[in-house]
């Protein structure tokens, strides 16, 4: 099951959130690496890039998806899922663009330009939006729809239900420009990342309300405006389809359609094999990887995006309170044997990823573990000790009770089963029982991770071009019923000062600097554990062109297509 990060988590089938051509961009579809202590250059993709002009015009996609999201809006809490952004990206518009490198520019499908610039000591953004792009209800894309996605979205009306405020609660305003189609937004403090900010852009006329917000996009798609519509689900085959929008102002779409197919994540191998899906995410798990190599006529692309896998604590109940027993589990948990075992057969550098905002390959990255997470049992039974949970035969106990922890896990995934059999036994030694508790896919976030029903789990994050404004909302304080993404509930206020200056520096260097000194930080209160940086390898058809393992790139659905 995978999450992404704001900015445009997993568990399950990904792909990444956020993205045009590199080295590997226009391979052959082998593997962009080929030894196993090799990861690639995260400027590195193969998504088989080819020209329009060399693709059969239609056909139809079949595209595996872990589950049909609940909300299409990206936006809410329950709708910050890789498999519903998958789905909004065909049909939603997404403003601005990363190409292999990172490197973010407008898209001018829906943005001619947006430059930053200085207004009387105010950063102010001015977007142009193009004068073709409407929505499917015939309304044009104009500046409110900036306006009403900043009141929703800048955290000051807790009644819409949103997954993150980053960088919207550093707007002061947003007003209209020369025209309808001019956006201006003034940033009450400087924000580096704003290229980040509205995209997937909702319609006013939608979302302009709480419960527009909140319900609108439940289920359905009111109102679209992209290369694709939508079709209908149905839930007996549990399919999504989307189909060619005439109406559409850009490139025509190639494909005639997409179907979204939810399938458990140890049978889209198999699926992948019969030809009942076109393409997977074989993300961290080798026996589906073995089984795509024994495919006829399908390629293995690799890269190396910003994605990783991890453990979250639930800190706000039970003895995950206390710092010093999830400093404990950290000691106890042998981060390198689990990242072996996950990625045992895939070709990928298997060790322990010591960043919470930068990936192995990345610029930026630095270990700043400071020996937390270090496999040291001694140390995890020092602190338990130091803690008061002294061991009383085979497990700890306090005041009676015993030390004893829910890992949580989505059904029919074998990567977060595979986690629950090595780490039951690690947290054993130290005196920790921990009972593994297998819940159905599609209630694991709504109904287990949302809500907090948890001690422990583990999934993806999917990371974006933004390393920093797209993880402030994973560790930014709760407050109230507003988690935003951490769903930790840990979290302090010099924390957050710490992140809101990595978020506000304009100079690269310096956001890598503050974002470093925010993850010493993070690292110290011991909240969630990252495990490994997660591999970006899909097997696809050879003749499925323009989609594969994109890394930091953004997909052009309308490019998609099948070769003549």
Known sequence: ????????????????????????????????????????????????????????????LNWPIGEIAENFNYNQIDGTLADGLDVERAMMPIIMMSDATGTVTPNPDYVTSAEASDSSGKQVVTYKINPKAKWSDGTPLSWKDFEASWKALNGKDAKY???????????????????????????SSPFGDWKSL???????????????????????????????????IDK??????????????????????????????????????????????????????????????ADLRKAAGPNYRHVTFNGARGPLKDVKVRQAIMSALNRQAIAESDLQGLDWDAKPLNNHFFVTNQK??????????????????????????????????????????????????????NEGK??????????????????PLQEFFDKYVNTGSFDLTAFSWLGTPFPVSS????????????????YT????????????????????????DDANASDLMIWQQANLLPLYQRPDIYAVKKNLVNIGAFGFQDLRYENIGYLK
């Open 1 to 60: 099951m995978n999450r992404t990060r704001m900015s445009v988590a997993v568990v399950a089938l990904a792909t990444a959130s956020a993205l045009t051509l590199t080295a590997c961009g226009g391979g052959d579809g082998k593997s962009a690496a080929s030894k196993k202590d090799s990861v690639p250059k995260s400027s590195v993709n193969n998504i088989k890039a080819t020209d329009r002009d060399q693709l059969k015009q239609g056909g139809t």
């Open 161 to 187: 239900k949103i997954s993150s405020s980053t960088g919207y609660e550093l707007i002061s305003g947003v007003a209209k420009g020369a025209n309808d189609q001019e956006a201006v937004v003034t940033f």
């Open 198 to 232: 509205f995209s997937p852009l909702y319609p006013a006329q939608v979302i302009g309300t709480p419960d527009g917000f909140n319900t609108g996009y439940l289920g359905k798609f009111p109102v679209t405006a992209g290369a694709f519509k939508f079709q209908g």
């Open 236 to 297: 007996t085959t549990k399919t999504l389809t989307v189909v060619r929008d005439a109406g559409w102002w850009g490139n025509k779409a190639i494909l005639d359609k997409i179907i979204y197919r939810a399938l458990d994540a140890d049978a889209t191998a198999g699926a992948f094999a019969n030809g009942e899906v076109d393409f997977f995410s074989v993300g961290p798990d080798p026996a589906g990887y073995k089984q795509a190599q024994q495919v006829k006529d």
């Open 364 to 417: 930026g990255y630095k270990d700043n573990s400071a020996g937390i997470g270090v496999f040291d049992q001694a140390k995890a039974k020092s602190l338990l000790d130091e803690a008061g949970w002294k061991q009383d035969g085979e497990f700890r106990t306090k005041g009676g009770k015993t030390l004893e922890l829910d890992f949580v896990i989505p059904a029919n995934v074998s990567t977060s089963a």
């Open 422 to 439: 090595l780490m039951q036994p690690m947290l054993k030694a130290v005196g920790i029982k921990m009972n593994i508790k297998s819940v």
């Open 471 to 486: 993880t402030k909302s994973i560790y930014a304080k709760p407050v109230g019923d507003n988690i935003q993404q951490n």
């Open 489 to 512: 509930g840990v979290g302090s206020d010099e924390l957050d000062a710490a992140m809101n200056k990595a978020a506000a520096a304009t100079d690269p260097a310096q956001a890598i």
